[in-house]
């Protein structure tokens, strides 16, 4: 396809409520003098927030603690931001929203790479009848959670625009099957957070639908470069890599080689009437490169003494926060054990005072979402919550404590 083909219906351009787009989930101080567009300023809040300094030490698929050279969800999204800001300059999108888009859309992952996300799925599921997926996780830290302070000293959550939380609840799915367009209504995103099928539920903007692209393409590649690199594939399984190489055409497969392969690909046959698309090959190509990464490296039984480890991790943590729930006096509850968990229960109580009503300093500005935690299901709730937003090694330095008794 030409190059800039998109270049008229960048951010939203077209849509009978564009804008919409760039209106904030909740206020945030305004500046006259800015310079930056809405979503440039989408990107401020996103690099500087908590959630997204903790990508840096949670799992992408192999745990990292001991070598530094391993893929991090942190090196994730930034790949994901260099695939999609690619595809968008060349189809002449908007390279600021798609950028924001990529480096947010991962904010919401759990400790322990997706494994951390099937054990805090089935806990939701347990304890408070509802489902626990990351992208929905990354809407409510988005909206909810986090907090940024602001240049007069109050704090507030995130403000992001609507186009950019779009792109975060609406990233996941198996995108190369299908071409992707955005979706004709925008309406509430919470609503399509709490739907079962939001995996499936196509974004606002063309720029979102690059990203949800991109992320696949990112992670496909280093994935396998990462097993190469700790020896986790056999000598049959380097060969059947070795195998698919030739029978493509190319020298190897590795990241450098897919990520050109697909980027080139989706340039070439993307247009605003098909949609964002591979081609037949590419999509064959990169479903063969999926289910090759789920036989012998997701699937592996290798990983299920860390799949172990990390249950282990998530249900005594949750275990032990639990029986301290005492209603409005949970926090001086909780506050009684600090001198003996202080890695966990310290945070812990931190946590519930920035987002309940129970004992909040004045220049927090952000929605009590705990409100004085009236019910044990709210508590629940609260403990999902900071698990989730756990770092790998900050979890197990908090599992650590809970042995020492």
């Given at each position: 396809?030409?190059?800039?083909?998109?270049?008229?219906?960048?951010?939203?351009?077209?849509?009978?409520?564009?804008?919409?787009?760039?209106?904030?989930?909740?206020?945030?101080?305004?500046?006259?003098?800015?310079?930056?567009?809405?979503?440039?300023?989408?990107?401020?809040?996103?690099?500087?927030?908590?959630a997204f300094r903790r990508l840096k030490h949670k799992t992408q698929v192999f745990?990292?603690?001991?070598?530094?050279?391993?893929?991090?969800?942190?090196?994730?999204?930034?790949?994901?931001?260099?695939?999609?800001?690619?595809?968008?300059?060349?189809?002449?999108?908007?390279?600021?929203?798609?950028?924001?888009i990529a480096l947010g859309h991962d904010i919401g992952h759990a400790p322990f790479?997706?494994?951390?996300?099937?054990?805090?799925?089935?806990?939701?599921?347990?304890?408070?009848?509802?489902?626990?997926?990351?992208?929905?996780?990354?809407?409510?830290?988005?909206?909810?959670?986090?907090?940024?302070?602001?240049?007069?000293?109050?704090?507030?959550?995130?403000?992001?625009?609507?186009?950019?939380?779009?792109?975060?609840?609406?990233?996941?799915?198996?995108?190369?099957?299908?071409?992707?367009?955005?979706?004709?209504?925008?309406?509430?995103?919470?609503?399509?957070?709490?739907?079962?099928?939001?995996?499936?539920?196509?974004?606002?903007?063309?720029?979102?639908?690059?990203?949800?692209?991109?992320?696949?393409?990112?992670?496909?590649?280093?994935?396998?470069?990462?097993?190469?690199?700790?020896?986790?594939?056999?000598?049959?399984?380097?060969?059947?890599?070795?195998?698919?190489?030739?029978?493509?055409?190319?020298?190897?497969?590795?990241?450098?080689?897919?990520?050109?392969?697909?980027?080139?690909?989706?340039?070439?046959?993307?247009?605003?009437?098909?949609?964002?698309?591979?081609?037949?090959?590419?999509?064959?190509?990169?479903?063969?490169?999926?289910?090759?990464?789920?036989?012998?490296?997701?699937?592996?039984?290798?990983?299920?003494?860390?799949?172990?480890?990390?249950?282990?991790?998530?249900?005594?943590?949750?275990?032990?926060?639990?029986?301290?729930?005492?209603?409005?006096?949970?926090?001086?509850?909780?506050?009684?054990?600090?001198?003996?968990?202080?890695?966990?229960?310290?945070?812990?109580?931190?946590?519930?005072?920035?987002?309940?009503?129970?004992?909040?300093?004045?220049?927090?500005?952000?929605?009590?979402?705990?409100?004085?935690?009236?019910?044990?299901?709210?508590?629940m709730r609260a403990i999902v919550d900071f698990i989730s937003g756990m770092t790998?090694?900050?979890?197990?330095?908090?599992?650590?404590?809970?042995?020492?008794?």
């Amino acid at each position: 396809m030409p190059k800039n083909s998109f270049r008229e219906l960048a951010a939203g351009a077209g849509l009978r409520d564009r804008e919409k787009l760039t209106e904030r989930h909740s206020d945030i101080p305004d500046r006259p003098d800015d310079i930056r567009s809405a979503y440039a300023r989408d990107e401020t809040r996103i690099l500087h927030c908590r959630a997204f300094r903790r990508l840096k030490h949670k799992t992408q698929v192999f745990p990292n603690i001991e070598n530094d050279h391993i893929c991090t969800r942190m090196e994730h999204v930034l790949h994901v931001a260099s695939v999609a800001g690619t595809i968008s300059d060349y189809l002449g999108l908007d390279r600021d929203l798609t950028r924001e888009i990529a480096l947010g859309h991962d904010i919401g992952h759990a400790p322990f790479g997706h494994e951390g996300e099937k054990l805090l799925n089935q806990l939701s599921q347990k304890k408070l009848g509802e489902p626990f997926r990351h992208e929905s996780n990354g809407l409510r830290f988005a909206d909810k959670i986090e907090l940024l302070e602001n240049f007069d000293g109050t704090f507030n959550n995130l403000g992001l625009t609507y186009a950019v939380r779009d792109g975060i609840v609406c990233h996941t799915g198996e995108a190369e099957y299908r071409p992707l367009r955005p979706r004709e209504e925008l309406g509430d995103l919470e609503e399509i957070a709490d739907d079962p099928d939001a995996g499936s539920a196509e974004p606002a903007t063309w720029e979102a639908c690059v990203v949800k692209i991109s992320d696949k393409i990112a992670y496909l590649g280093r994935d396998i470069e990462d097993a190469k690199a700790l020896g986790f594939l056999d000598t049959g399984e380097l060969a059947e890599l070795t195998e698919m190489a030739r029978e493509t055409g190319r020298g190897a497969i590795n990241t450098t080689m897919i990520m050109h392969e697909l980027i080139s690909d989706i340039c070439r046959n993307s247009d605003p009437d098909a949609g964002i698309r591979l081609s037949d090959s590419a999509a064959e190509n990169m479903s063969r490169l999926t289910d090759f990464n789920y036989s012998h490296i997701y699937n592996d039984s290798r990983l299920r003494p860390y799949s172990r480890f990390a249950h282990s991790v998530i249900a005594e943590i949750y275990n032990m926060l639990i029986q301290f729930y005492a209603g409005a006096e949970t926090i001086d509850a909780l506050r009684a054990v600090k001198r003996d968990y202080p890695v966990v229960v310290g945070e812990f109580i931190n946590s519930l005072r920035r987002c309940s009503a129970i004992d909040s300093p004045v220049e927090y500005r952000n929605e009590k979402i705990y409100g004085t935690l009236s019910s044990q299901e709210t508590y629940m709730r609260a403990i999902v919550d900071f698990i989730s937003g756990m770092t790998d090694r900050y979890s197990v330095r908090a599992y650590e404590e809970l042995l020492k008794y």
